[in-house]
């Protein structure tokens, strides 16, 4: 081989590990929803996250071996935002569900808890047609909690739908509405704060499952990330079966979490 084909193949293998590095240091952007939705995640005023959640991310980020990101975006954006390859992966309390489904593509539920009910301890709650029937209920925009009142509730009661769940709770503990619905864990932790505490609220218990409810919560990716979908399965499949995520589901909630296999 000449020196002119020698030099030419020197630069053509340094081009290649150079596309293989920038590969290998790509930063994998995880979206959280800007609003506070403890436990499961809330930014602290240094910029830095906390709660389940963003504990889990770093984990599965861990075990992928990869370069990660969590960055800030509106909950009601959030399915736009992956679309737009604004970000890469969502995990942040989304419902795997087959309306979704038709937008994007999920991962293996990360974790699995039922809808539930808060409301006045003085307050009588039946999740029925007639249970509530004329109740003003609060629920939490582009949740699976609003496509099931939506679907069965919203022409027999006064179904108000709030931008964050912050919100709703306010108006819960200000007695502008009669009950919120809303995850189970949240409602859980919800009730034990001072201000829901202090104005009587309390837990009414869980919601009969509904197909609207979908199958668990799953991180969302765009449809054509097979590759990084089949990372993410086998991350969160060794998570799920570690000491690691029990302690995380019982720091943050008291019990397990962790989807039925």
């Known amino acids: 081989m000449n020196k002119k084909g020698l030099c030419n193949l020197m630069v053509g293998a340094a081009m290649l590990m150079a596309g293989v590095a920038s590969a290998q240091a790509e930063t994998i952007r995880f979206a959280l929803a800007a609003e506070p939705y403890p436990p499961f995640s809330q930014k602290q005023p240094d910029g830095s996250w906390v709660g389940f959640e963003p504990d ?146 309390v837990n009414k218990g869980e919601v009969k499952y509904d197909p609207l409810f979908g199958r668990g919560v799953g991180a969302g990716l765009r449809k054509g990330d097979t590759e990084l979908k089949a990372k993410m399965d086998e991350a969160i499949g060794k998570l799920l079966a570690s000491d690691d995520y029990k302690a995380l589901s019982d720091k943050y909630f008291g019990m397990s979490v962790a989807p039925k296999q």
């Open 56 to 201: 889990l991310i770093h984990k599965v980020c861990a075990e992928m071996k990869a370069t990660c990101e969590i960055d800030e975006v509106a909950w009601d954006g959030i399915i736009p935002a992956l679309l737009a390859k604004k970000i890469d992966v969502i995990f942040n309390s989304l419902s795997i569900t087959d309306e979704r489904e038709k937008q994007i593509a999920f991962s293996r539920p990360y974790y699995d808890t039922p809808v539930a009910v808060a409301a006045p301890q003085a307050t009588d709650v039946q999740i029925s047609p007639e249970g509530l029937k004329g109740k003003t209920i609060g629920v939490q925009i582009s949740t699976v909690s609003a496509n099931y009142l939506k679907q069965y509730y919203e022409k027999i009661a006064d179904v108000r739908y709030y931008d964050t769940q912050d919100s709703v709770n306010a108006d819960l503990v200000a007695g502008r509405i009669d009950l919120m619905m809303a995850d189970g864990i949240a409602v859980a932790s919800f009730v034990k704060s001072p201000d829901a505490q202090a104005a009587g609220i």
